[in-house]
């Protein structure tokens, strides 16, 4: 069966078509070769009476001369005997043997054979008044020809009633795919396209159903939102005042470990503040960059830093995209590298179908494949590689996961050959121009 719905309903419904046109002309067909064939012998039941009448009254010398005009098309006289054989089995054969033996069996005695060798041919024997003798030699038609144009007519018909089909099931399963698009849609910002309450009954309700579940799923993560950040942006109060009075300490090796956990709590809810600003969606408006120059004034930053970022590629062509948050992604990938690689090397290029592409590639410990979907996930840290030691809070990847939602954006992680981790961002082609 084909995949989707629509290509399933729309077979169904043309080979039921297709099947139940086929019987209809079947039956059709054999109800009017059967009215036929009872047409056909009343009609040579009263013809065959009149010509063997007709034989019986003309001299014998004249008989022969008669034979043409007295033929026709299923049946032909001959004077003679004719040929022998046992009696009819066909149906077709015994009916018309039958009605001719009603029109002039009663007064003229003749029996009938099957002439071998031919399953509807049959022969009927009898004597004229005269005793010379007569057959009727009959290939009983089935029923009329069918017209040359009538199987151009049937497939005429079945294709308009697939093409008729074809519409119904485009416009009965057209609600289910803007459903799926609406709901592909619904991203980080809750921004989905509402569906149209509109069409018929069952359409509106699942389109009206579908906008109160938007409405409710976005005032849910709104109020998580607002809980996370007030959360985060109330710890940072206390943990001010723990610093001010961890300061205020003697020097001792106690106040060092408890001025790095204060260090580790500060930049964890720093994090936590900007993934829930990540969550509720940049409101930055895409416009028209150069990604070239973006990137290399990233890289330009990290290296007045004393960072050793490299850069290499271009990409070659404008882009509509949001340059904040795009430099957030790289910023974001650039530090893990430099954190648990010491190095990252920036490479811009082109994917197939014109899709840009930026990948951060570094010589880290990378990430075990099993793991790579579920560092994206928050708070995930791996203890082999990113251990608490770097500082990371595990919250870096999910940041650049959801702005790379944001910007219709794909992530993809690989371990590199030699060792070392490949992030590439594919932008979406559409933002190339």
């Given amino acids: ?76 006289f001959i004077l003679g005997p004719g040929i022998p054989g046992v009696a009819p089995d066909a149906e077709l054969s015994r009916r018309f043997a039958g009605a001719i033996a009603d029109g002039i069996g009663k007064r003229y005695p003749l029996t009938a054979n099957a002439v071998p060798g031919d399953d509807e041919r049959f022969q009927v024997h009898l004597a004229l008044s005269d005793g010379a003798p007569l057959t009727i030699d009959m290939r009983p038609m089935a029923g009329a020809p069918l017209s040359s144009w009538l199987p151009a007519l049937l497939a005429m018909q079945l294709a308009l009633l697939g093409a008729c089909c074809w519409v119904a099931v485009r416009l009965a399963t057209r609600p289910l795919h803007q459903l799926a698009q609406a709901a592909d849609g619904l991203g980080p910002d809750m921004k989905a396209t509402r569906l149209p309450e509109e069409g018929p009954s069952e359409v509106v309700r699942a389109a009206r159903a579908f906008n109160a579940m938007q409405d409710r799923i976005a005032l849910y993560v709104a109020e998580r939102i607002r809980i996370l950040a007030a959360i985060s942006h109330d710890l940072q109060t206390p943990i001010t005042r723990m610093r001010m009075r961890v300061d205020m300490m003697d020097e001792s090796v106690e ?151 944001t910007l219709g954006a794909e992530i993809v992680l690989r371990n590199r050959e030699g060792g070392g981790l490949e992030a590439r961002v594919v932008l979406p082609a559409t933002m190339a121009g």
């Fill in 255 to 405: 106040q060092g470990k408890l001025r790095q956990d204060l260090r580790e709590l500060e930049t964890l809810v720093k994090e936590g503040v900007a993934y829930a600003k990540t969550l509720h969606g940049t409101q930055e408006e895409p416009r028209r960059i150069d990604p070239d120059a973006l990137v290399d004034s990233l890289v330009c930053d990290y290296v007045d830093a004393g960072q050793d970022v490299r850069l290499r590629g271009t990409v070659g062509m404008p882009l509509v995209t949001k340059p904040q948050a795009l430099k957030r992604i790289l910023g974001n990938l650039a530090d893990n590298a430099l954190k648990f690689g010491g190095a990252a090397e920036i490479e811009l290029g082109m994917a197939p179908g014109g899709r840009p592409t930026i990948a951060v590639l570094d010589r880290g410990p990378g990430i075990p494949d099993d793991q790579l979907a579920a560092v994206f996930e928050p708070f995930v840290r791996l203890e082999e590689s990113r251990n608490r030691e770097t500082g990371g809070t595990g919250l870096g990847l999910s940041i650049v996961r959801q702005l790379a939602s």
């Fill in 1 to 76: 069966m084909p995949r989707s719905l629509f290509a399933r309903i729309t077979l169904i419904l043309c080979v039921g078509l297709a099947m139940a046109q086929a019987l209809s002309t079947w039956l059709t067909v054999m109800e009017r070769d059967r009215a036929l064939v009872d047409i056909m012998t009343g009609y040579v039941e009263r013809e065959v009476v009149t010509s063997v009448a007709l034989l019986d009254h003309v001299p014998a010398a004249e008989r022969e001369r008669w034979l043409p005009q007295l033929a026709r098309r299923s049946y032909r």
